[in-house]
C-alpha cells in the first residue's frame, strides 16, 4: 500500500510567524509532488507543486522536496489569519500502469491573530 | 484558468433513490475522478477515467457506477442511495500525470 503522512495536527502559530507543514511519502519512484489548501466546506485548491530535489519558492510559500528522504514540506512565512485552514500534501504515484494521486489526510493550520 | 462545475453543491436524497452527480471540466483534459472526501478519513478515490467511455476502479468503487460519454462530462451515480455514502462528492481533471483541478464539491445526505 503506497501512502502519504500527514501530521493532522492542529499546528497553531502567531500571526507573521512561519508555518512549517511536513509529509511523507512511501513509493520511492514518485515524481511529482502537491501542496493544496482546503478551507472549511470548500474544495481542494492548489497551491503548489514540485518536481525537483530543492527548494521552490512562490510569494509567501516555499516547497521543499527531498527524495532520498522521502518527505516534502510547505514553509508559509509571515503567516496571516486567512492561510487557516488545512494543507493536503499529495503526490503522483505509479500504480497498476496509470498514475494516480495519493493524497495525505491533511494537516490543519490555525494562525493566530 | 481550469474550470470543473458540478451540478449541484447541496443534495438530499432518500435511501434507494438512485442519485446522479455530474461534472464537466471547460480544459480539454483527458483525465476525470471522482473523490469522496470524509472527516478523518481524508479523499478516497472512487472511480477515475483516462478517456471517453473508459473507466477505472479506484479505492471504494463499491455501490458506484461511472460514464463517460463525452470528453468534458464525467457522472457519478449511485444506484440505490444508502446513509453510509452521505458525504462531499469531488470531482477532478487533469492532463495527464500533471496537477488535478477540483471542482467546487457536491455535499450529498442520504436519510
Known amino acids: 500500500q503506497k501512502e502519504v503522512e500527514q501530521n493532522s495536527g492542529p499546528l497553531s502559530v502567531p500571526e507573521g510567524a512561519i508555518a512549517s507543514l511536513n509529509c511523507t511519502y512511501s513509493?520511492?519512484?514518485?515524481?511529482?509532488f502537491f501542496w493544496y489548501r482546503q478551507y472549511s466546506g470548500k474544495s481542494p485548491e492548489l497551491i503548489m507543486f514540485?518536481?525537483?530535489?530543492g527548494d521552490k519558492e512562490d510569494g509567501r510559500f516555499t516547497a521543499q522536496l527531498n527524495k532520498a528522504s522521502q518527505y516534502v514540506s510547505l514553509l508559509i512565512r509571515d503567516s496571516q489569519p486567512s492561510d487557516s485552514a488545512t494543507y493536503l500534501c499529495a503526490v503522483n504515484t505509479l500504480m497498476d500502469s496509470s498514475y494516480k494521486l495519493i493524497f495525505g489526510s491533511g494537516t490543519r493550520l490555525l494562525v493566530r491573530p | 484558468d481550469v474550470k470543473v462545475t458540478q451540478s449541484s453543491r447541496y443534495l438530499v436524497k432518500r435511501t434507494g433513490e438512485k442519485v446522479f452527480l455530474e461534472c464537466v471540466q471547460d480544459m480539454d483534459h483527458e483525465n476525470m475522478f471522482w473523490y469522496r472526501q470524509d472527516p478523518g478519513l481524508g479523499l478516497r478515490l472512487i472511480y477515475f477515467?483516462?478517456?471517453?467511455?473508459?473507466?477505472e476502479k479506484g479505492d471504494i468503487p463499491e455501490g458506484y457506477s461511472v460514464s463517460r460519454e463525452k470528453k468534458e462530462r464525467f457522472s457519478l451515480i449511485l444506484e440505490s442511495a444508502s446513509t453510509n455514502q452521505t458525504s462531499m462528492y469531488l470531482c477532478?481533471?487533469?492532463?495527464?500525470?500533471?496537477?488535478?483541478?477540483f471542482g467546487p464539491g457536491t455535499r450529498l445526505t442520504v436519510l
Open positions: 477515467s483516462y478517456d471517453v467511455k473508459m473507466k
Open positions: 514540485i518536481y525537483s530535489n
Open positions: 513509493d520511492r519512484g514518485s515524481q511529482s
Open positions: 477532478a481533471s487533469s492532463h495527464g500525470a500533471d496537477t488535478q483541478y
